[in-house]
């Protein structure tokens, strides 16, 4: 029987948007990339919010169903078309400690990095407010506690966590903020870089599209 071939809604600005298709490369499943430019609206078309009603990418499609939410779609691929379960493990304990680590990115890490982005790209913003500023150096603090002692963001083992944890990281990183004093994060983002297979096809061009194009509207010494 042919492997299906999946579709993805995408776009490589989009940190979470990254980190669903890294984790395609990685489980090894064929995707098929559709493009979507949120500056353009493209997302708001009426053909893809009838896919995706909350109209965010990333977006998967597989047969008849259809998954958003970065977390969500690694967490499924990892499931249905790894060849184990190293990526997500099934143990409660190990999986219960890979969740908590994306759900500090679903509800900490991003949307602090939102919050500094978003403005700039839609709103027109050219400064960071120093309260989003601390927010961010404080969601870097608790990873680099994460991190201590430990070579990826849920322990010993890389996990889906360090997939979306770092194109997030990566991300703000290329918008300008300075992580010197994190440590361990430092040294996890080089483990990352030179670790994890597609990094540099998959996150890196994006996460330098996206601070490129942030960094160039905001005023000098943001950060």
């Known amino acids: 029987m042919l492997q299906m071939v999946l579709t993805l809604y995408h776009l490589p600005m989009s940190f979470p948007s990254r980190a669903a298709l890294w984790v395609a490369r990685a489980v090894g499943v064929d995707v098929d990339i559709k ?3 949120l500056l353009e609206s493209e997302h708001l078309k009426p053909e893809f919010i009838k896919i995706n009603p909350q109209h965010t990418v990333p977006t998967l499609v597989d ?5 958003w939410d970065s977390h969500a779609i690694a967490g499924y691929l990892v499931r249905k078309y790894a060849a184990d379960d190293s990526l997500y493990p099934q143990d409660p304990k190990e ?6 680590r994306m759900f500090f990115d679903a509800e900490l890490l991003f949307p602090r990095i939102r919050a500094i982005c978003f403005p700039v790209i839609f709103l027109g913003k050219t ?3 120093p309260d989003k500023k601390a927010s961010i150096l404080e969601a870097m603090a608790f990873l680099d506690t994460f991190l201590e002692g430990n070579p990826w963001v849920a322990g010993k083992k890389l996990t889906i966590a360090d997939y979306t944890c770092v194109a997030s990281v990566t991300s703000i990183v290329e918008v300008g903020l300075n992580i010197s004093a994190f440590k361990n994060v430092q040294k996890w983002l080089a483990r990352c870089q030179s670790e994890i297979p597609f990094y540099k096809e998959v996150n890196e061009p994006g996460a330098k599209e996206l601070g490129k194009y942030v960094s160039s509207r905001l005023e000098p010494n943001q950060f």
Do not use: R
Request: proline share 0%; glycine share 6%.
């Open 35 to 37: 493009i979507l430019n």
């Open 63 to 67: 047969g008849d169903f259809v998954m």
């Open 95 to 100: 999986k219960a400690i890979v969740d908590q």
């Open 127 to 129: 400064t960071v407010d």
